[in-house]
T-cell receptor, first 107, second 116 residues
Framework: RKEVEQDPGPFNVPEGATVAFNCTYS??????FFWYRQDCRKEPKLLMSVYSSGNEDGRFTAQLNRASQYISLLIRDSKLSDSATYLCVVSRRALTFGSGTRLQVQP | GAVVSQHPSRVICKSGTSVKIECRSLDFQATTMFWYRQFPKQSLMLMAT?????????EQGVEKDKFLINHASLTLSTLTVTSAHPEDSSFYIC????????????FGPGTRLTVL
């Protein structure tokens, strides 16, 4: 079983749609949680950290459920520029990446 | 935000040659840096942890004699792929955590290695 599991997608959504990504992790000792975004053939870039209290950054909302070892990302009002692969990441020391969920926002 | 540079961005080499990749933290010091590898359509996989002033720690299945890591200073780590073969062709990315290991990390732009 992978340490971080994600639905690979792709998610094909129209502009303006709301889309939700889910992720589960297996190591209960994980300390930090993130969502990264990776564009094709580029390095990952931090989208946002994830906290149990939930956090929001503009159109993006992330949530962590430690009891269920479950992380989510909600994107509202999708833009074409949101098209990318979204990586669920957990950390004890180094980062452990999920395989990513590909999002394609269509006009 | 913090900046991590990586050089070269792309390298094509013949089988059997060695390739050195540099990773620098430009505006912070990093006692720890991480090296990842990403094959097409796969996620990033941690190869090794580079520790300033001590030996690198390698993940299971990564040959330490093939992937030599040197953390020469608080801002520079190098990865040398020795006697490269076509199966070593991949996207190599380094990262460094400005806040220390376990916290968010900033990534270099990556090095795309193609071994002919």
């Amino acid at each position: 079983r992978k340490e971080v599991e994600q639905d690979p997608g792709p998610f094909n959504v129209p502009e303006g749609a709301t889309v939700a990504f889910n992720c589960t992790y297996s190591n209960s000792a994980s300390q930090s949680f993130f969502w990264y975004r990776q564009d094709c053939r580029k390095e990952p870039k931090l989208l946002m950290s994830v906290y149990s209290s939930g956090n929001e950054d503009g159109r993006f909302t992330a949530q962590l459920n430690r009891a269920s070892q479950y992380i989510s990302l909600l994107i509202r009002d999708s833009k074409l520029s949101d098209s990318a692969t979204y990586l669920c990441v957990v950390s004890r020391r180094a980062l452990t990446f999920g395989s990513g969920t590909r999002l394609q926002v269509q006009p | 935000g913090a900046v991590v540079s990586q050089h070269p961005s792309r390298v094509i080499c013949k089988s059997g040659t060695s390739v050195k990749i540099e990773c620098r933290s430009l505006d912070f010091q990093a006692t720890t840096m991480f090296w990842y590898r990403q094959f097409p359509k796969q996620s990033l996989m941690l190869m090794a942890t580079s520790n300033e002033g001590s030996k690198a720690t390698y993940e299971q299945g990564v040959e330490k004699d093939k992937f030599l890591i040197n953390h020469a200073s608080l801002t520079l780590s190098t990865l040398t792929v020795t006697s490269a073969h076509p199966e070593d062709s991949s996207f190599y990315i380094c990262s460094a955590p400005p806040g220390g290991a376990g916290f968010e990390q900033f990534f270099g732009p990556g090095t795309r290695l193609t071994v002919l």
